[in-house]
Antibody
Framework: QLQLQESGPGLAKPSETLSLTCTVS??????????WGWIRQPPGKGLEWIGT???????YFNPSLKSRLTISIDKSKNQFSLKLTSVTASDTAVYYC????????????WGQGTLVRVSS | QSALTQPASVSGSPGQSIAISCTGT?????????VSWYQQYPGKAPKVMIYDVTNRPSGVSNRFSGSKSGNTASLTISGLQAEDEADYYCSSYTSISTLVFGGGTKVTVL
């Protein structure tokens, strides 16, 4: 059974960089037809798609976050990572890593989510 | 990109049927059959209930069904049960190769 686990600091300072890593286990990270992505949810609010990457390196980003966003893959460790620069309080959210199918037609596996607070 | 439009809340009595709408544009919901629906309980990760507008993943109750007409997709829950009380989100692939979610709908079982 595929499992995803987010890891990283639970606190980031304003104007600094938020960094998270997702470790994938239980299945091939390079299986054709699947993508890996990040979704966030501010406290008490709805879901927001952040971005998605394919193991070949192709990436797709939310236009509203694109200028601050990097998503990278480490195939040797079955991990993918998120870096969001110049964070503000509005970036406080539960961050989920997930597996998406082709055309983002469904998100079939999710991590448990990790809360990141942006505060000085 | 703008979020898809969902009603903030929908309620129904046990055994009734309810429908949740998800309105987008011809660049997302209306342009692709890649609409999915997610159920989320408080403090938990979402779970896919419907994908490709009408398809149910293995293990999802057949009380959940999806449809689409033009730029609006809908999730119908038949035979409403107490365990269906949760938040529901729609999502759609878009013409610029992104994913957009709806604002979410809180379902209350009266």
């Amino acid at each position: 059974q595929l499992q995803l686990q987010e890891s990283g600091p639970g606190l980031a300072k304003p104007s600094e960089t938020l960094s998270l890593t997702c470790t994938v286990s239980g299945d091939s990270f390079s299986r054709t037809g699947f993508y890996w992505g990040w979704i966030r949810q501010p406290p008490g609010k709805g879901l927001e798609w952040i971005g998605t990457v394919h193991y070949t390196g192709s990436n797709y980003f939310n236009p509203s976050l694109k200028s601050r966003l990097t998503i990278s893959i480490d195939k040797s460790k079955n991990q993918f990572s998120l870096k969001l620069t110049s964070v503000t309080a509005s970036d406080t959210a539960v961050y989920y890593c997930a597996r998406l199918q082709l055309w983002f037609r469904q998100i079939d596996f999710w991590g448990q989510g990790t809360l990141v607070r942006v505060s000085s | 990109q703008s979020a898809l439009t969902q009603p903030a809340s929908v309620s129904g009595s046990p055994g009734q049927s309810i429908a949740i709408s998800c309105t987008g544009t011809s660049s997302d919901v209306g342009g692709y059959d890649y609409v999915s629906w997610y159920q989320q309980y408080p403090g938990k990760a979402p779970k896919v209930m419907i994908y490709d507008v009408t398809n149910r993943p293995s293990g999802v109750s057949n009380r959940f069904s999806g449809s689409k007409s033009g730029n609006t997709a809908s999730l119908t829950i038949s035979g409403l049960q107490a365990e269906d009380e949760a938040d529901y989100y729609c999502s759609s692939y878009t013409s610029i190769s992104t994913l957009v979610f709806g604002g979410g709908t809180k379902v209350t079982v009266l």
